[in-house]
């Protein structure tokens, strides 16, 4: 080590032993301690909320029920008689073109872009299964219908022939 760094190293050393005791001389004398004092505080008991009283409404009858039908088990479907087929008119499922025979009732739909089988029975006021037997072609119960598919409305003929 150099004579520099042990000058270094001796002048903090040097500086606390003068100066601390200088400073001890400056503190403020000694006060005695503060007295402790105990305070008793007594508060008067809380008071109970008081329950809320709920009124009820009084009963209301209800009326009786109607009698459920009797069940009657196994009991047929209705049966629905085959008949001609009426145009309602465009409905939104069946805006196809209907074609006519030369009575003037419908023949012949063909199936466009958003019409479905359902609504096209619905249409020309044919029960779907009276239209799905009279189109034996109509595959699905009718589910499935393709654009460009022809319907026969004719209820005295079978198929397309």
Not at 5 to 27: E, N, T
Not at 67 to 89: F, K, W
Not at 91 to 113: F, H, L, R, S
Request: aromatic content about 6%.
């Amino acid at each position: 080590m150099s004579r520099r760094g042990a000058a270094r190293s001796v002048r903090p050393l040097v500086a606390s032993v003068v100066v601390l005791p200088l400073l001890a001389g400056c503190a403020a004398p000694g006060e005695p301690p503060a007295e402790t004092v105990m305070v008793t505080v007594t508060a008067p008991p809380p008071k109970p909320t008081p329950t809320p009283v709920v009124t009820t409404p009084p009963p209301v009858a209800e009326p009786e029920p109607a009698p459920a039908p009797a069940p009657v088990p196994n009991a047929p479907a209705p049966v629905y008689e085959p008949g001609p087929a009426y145009d309602n008119g465009p409905v939104p499922g069946a805006n196809g073109p209907a074609e006519t025979d030369g009575n003037g009732m419908p023949a012949m739909y063909t199936v466009v872009e958003g019409d479905s089988f359902f609504d096209i029975a619905q249409r020309f006021d044919l029960p779907q299964q009276q239209l799905l037997r009279m189109n034996p072609q109509i595959h699905d119960f009718g589910e499935t219908v393709y654009i460009g598919d022809r319907i026969n409305l004719d209820w005295q003929r079978v198929g397309l022939g």
